[in-house]
């Protein structure tokens, strides 16, 4: 059996009327909305919160709250340009610094593995500690096995040699590094560890 027009009208109903409710809201709306802006609109600002904005800092005319919207931006851009600036700074300083210190272990590392080599038997050379002075003298401590296979305490400076007319810094070896002060190189025992022995 068919449905009737009578009873699609009925089951239409709430349809239309939620439409028509919908159409009138947005109406209404949008009335408000052209009432409460028109005469910002008409002075030239951008809107009605444009207007109050401008009167809270002291302006009546749109023309020169424009500028003073415009410096203000400018202002804001160029405090932002700063940061941005700043950050950047510190950040290639810090990479910098991370560089520097990467280059230092290794050099540790390397400096460690030629005075493993230089042992009468490199395999008994177990690496202590190591410490770098302020002009990148590699002091290390360990333990090796001396020619009656005793193992013993060690330890040897590797230093930075300047070579006139040469930028590169050969490193010196010296047998002792009594007192050295400096700071640790953390973790060249552990990367050793990598390096198989010849």
Excluded: H
């Excluded at 919908?22 to 949008?30: D, E, G, M, Q, V």
């Excluded at 593995?113 to 500690?129: D, G, H, I, Q, V």
């Excluded at 010196?172 to 002060?181: A, E, I, P």
Aim: charged content about 25%; overall charge positive; hydrophobic content about 40%.
């Amino acid at each position: 059996m068919g449905v009737s027009r009578i009873e699609t009208a009925v089951v239409m109903l709430p349809v239309i009327g939620g439409a028509v409710f919908l159409a009138y809201a947005i109406i209404s709306t949008y009335q408000d909305y052209e009432t409460r802006n028109k005469p910002a609109w008409t002075a030239g600002f951008a809107g009605a919160d444009d207007m109050d904005q401008a009167k809270q800092a002291g302006f009546t005319d749109s023309a020169s709250w424009k500028t003073e919207v415009e410096r203000r931006a400018a202002a804001r851009a160029a405090e932002q340009a700063s940061v941005d600036a700043a950050r950047a700074q510190v950040k290639a300083a810090d990479d910098a610094r991370k560089r520097e210190s990467n280059e230092r272990f290794q050099a540790a590392v390397r400096g460690a593995l030629a005075l493993r080599e230089r042992m009468k038997n490199p395999e008994s050379f177990t690496l202590e500690r190591v410490t770098r002075s302020a002009d990148g003298a590699l002091c290390y401590t360990y333990r090796a096995a001396n020619s009656f296979n005793a193992i013993i305490p060690g330890q040897a400076q590797l230093s930075p040699l300047k070579v006139k007319g040469s930028e590169s810094f050969p490193m010196l070896w010296s047998d002792k590094c009594k007192g050295f002060q400096g700071d640790e190189v953390e973790n060249v025992a552990y990367a050793l560890t990598y390096y198989p022995r010849k």
